[in-house]
């Protein structure tokens, strides 16, 4: 026994003094440079708090450049030009990038994370999971589709709760405009000073039943409280026009949804809506007030609305989706529902519009929509686009999406990020981000534009339902690696953070 102890005695000295020899050199590193937390981070994959990355393609305010980002607890302190140089530091940790484009991180104001009520549909963890696994590094949900719907300061309250601890990215609110509260000011006054970013509205029935739709006389009544706190009133634009019957081959068939839903449905609620944006022109009586038109489809008439309106000054934007870009009427397949959303995918004539809107700026900005079911109400077996649930699941593929037929187009990846990021953020009214500027929030997607990829069950998908998607078993390209969000690294090779560490963006 002796004998033993005797012969293990060195081993264990060697090993104590080992270990005190690491924790004190440690705790002194940690005492030189408080920036280098040694403590793990679970909110990152990424252990620093102060660190360059560095790239041959960054997409900054200035253009693309070739140089090197700042991150210092999560904001950009600095931008240089120069791929691998950095500033006088030693001890940061330094990403070296190499050709992979570091862009500013998408901000998807259009999406539907229906918690709490109808998590079976989409959630605060499966919906910001997908996000930032497609570079997308805030949200702003809808107040509908989940139950009950956002139309109070009690029901925004609600979705705070759920959210805590359970957002992988930041994430905005758009509180409802429905008729019970559009005659309300104090509840609608309340919502607003409990921080939504604005206010949403249907001109038609929403499928929601406690999220009825409202008229143009709601609207102004909206329109005048928003004046006031300066925020933007949401429109899902579509007004239901008398119909002429006409069979075009029963409910399976594309086209019998196409002809239920016309462009004259758009046209007749923009048209409403230009009559009173008017008013938000400098000096008009809604001054401070904002329209915003949600998902275009019609590229002609209701598009002409709004560039007339936009000339003649009046204060409001339009947005379209990824969907309207990427297919047209003529290709969706006989039962295929994955397609069905309202308004509908038009024809490639007004596709091939619709790109040219973009690429001109006459659309200001892009959104997903992204509104999933229970596979169930999508009707897949039976295949009736009258009966099954309208929504595109689309949120983790914004990105790739739009670039993959962007590209054929002329987008560029300036295009991106005024589409994606800088345009949304100024909308949405979020200061701090969208772009990579000096003082803004470190909200970065780090991608690689020229590596295609097949949508099949081999990708790391992280939509709730992947078999709601109209993109799966497409071939893409681009390939998101790494998202930041406010300097976490919140997604990396198909793995997410430890801990969810989004917050909620509340406006003042
Ligand atoms: N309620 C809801 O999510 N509706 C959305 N789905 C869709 O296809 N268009 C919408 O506005
Ligand atoms: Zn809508
Ligand atoms: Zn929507």
Not at 400 to 420: A, D, F, N, R
Request: aromatic share 8%; net charge neutral; hydrophobic share 40%.
């Amino acid at each position: 026994m002796e004998r033993f102890v005797w012969r293990v005695l060195p081993f264990l000295t060697f090993l104590v003094s080992f270990i005190v020899f690491f924790y004190l050199q440690d705790s002194y590193r940690a005492q030189l440079h408080p920036q280098v937390k040694l403590t793990e981070n679970k909110c990152s994959l990424l252990h620093h708090r102060h660190f360059w990355i560095t790239s041959k393609r960054i997409v900054t305010p200035q253009g693309i450049i070739s140089g090197s980002v700042e991150i210092k607890e999560g904001n950009i302190i600095s931008v240089i030009e120069g791929y691998g140089k950095q500033g006088n530091s030693k001890h940061e940790e330094v990403i070296d990038y190499g050709d992979a484009v570091v862009m500013p991180g998408l901000i998807d104001v259009h999406v539907h994370l229906d918690e709490p009520g109808r998590t079976a549909w989409e959630g605060f963890d499966t919906g910001t999971r997908a996000a930032a696994a497609g570079g997308v590094t805030t949200v702003v949900d809808m107040p509908l589709n989940n139950h009950p719907t956002t139309v109070s300061k009690e029901t925004l309250k609600l979705k705070l709760e759920a959210a805590e601890n359970r957002i992988y990215v930041d994430v905005g609110f758009w509180g409802g405009l429905i008729p019970e509260n559009a005659l309300n000011t104090s509840i609608l006054e309340g919502l607003l000073s409990a921080g939504v970013l604005g206010l949403k509205s249907f001109m038609c029935p929403s499928g929601i039943s406690d999220f009825p739709m409202t008229t143009i006389h709601h609207i102004k009544e909206g329109l005048s409280v928003l004046a006031k706190y300066r925020r933007p009133l949401y429109v899902h634009s579509e007004i239901q026009q008398h119909l002429e019957l006409t069979d075009k081959g029963g409910p399976r068939t594309y086209l019998t949804y196409l002809h239920t839903r016309p462009p004259s449905w758009e046209e007749a609620a923009i048209k409403e809506l230009v009559g009173v944006t008017k008013d938000t022109r400098i000096g008009g009586p809604l001054e401070g007030a904002h329209v915003h038109i949600a998902h275009l489809s019609d590229s002609s008439a209701s598009l002409d609305l709004i560039k007339e309106a936009k000339s003649r000054g009046d204060s409001i934007s339009v947005e379209t989706c990824p969907h309207y870009l990427a297919f047209s009427s003529e290709e969706i397949p006989n039962g295929d529902t994955r397609f069905k959303c309202s308004p509908p995918i038009r024809d490639a004539y007004n596709k091939g519009k619709l790109w040219k809107a973009v690429l001109e700026g006459h659309i200001d900005l892009l959104s997903s929509d992204h509104s999933p079911t229970l596979p169930q109400l999508k009707l897949l077996e039976e295949g009736d686009f009258l009966k099954a649930w309208g929504g595109i699941s689309s949120l983790q593929f914004d990105l790739p999406v739009t670039w993959s037929y962007g590209k054929k187009h002329g987008l560029t990846l300036e295009h991106l990020s005024l589409l994606w990021s800088k345009k949304p953020a100024t909308f949405a009214g979020i200061e701090s981000k969208g772009s990579i500027a000096v003082g803004n929030h470190a909200d970065i997607v780090v991608w690689k534009p020229e590596v295609e990829f097949e949508l099949n069950e081999h990708y790391p998908v992280f939509l709730k339902h992947p078999s709601l998607s109209a993109y799966m078993g497409r071939r893409l390209s681009g390939e998101v690696l790494e998202t930041f969000v406010r300097g976490n690294l919140v997604f990396k090779k198909g793995k997410h953070a430890p801990a969810a560490c989004g917050v909620p963006i509340l406006a003042k």
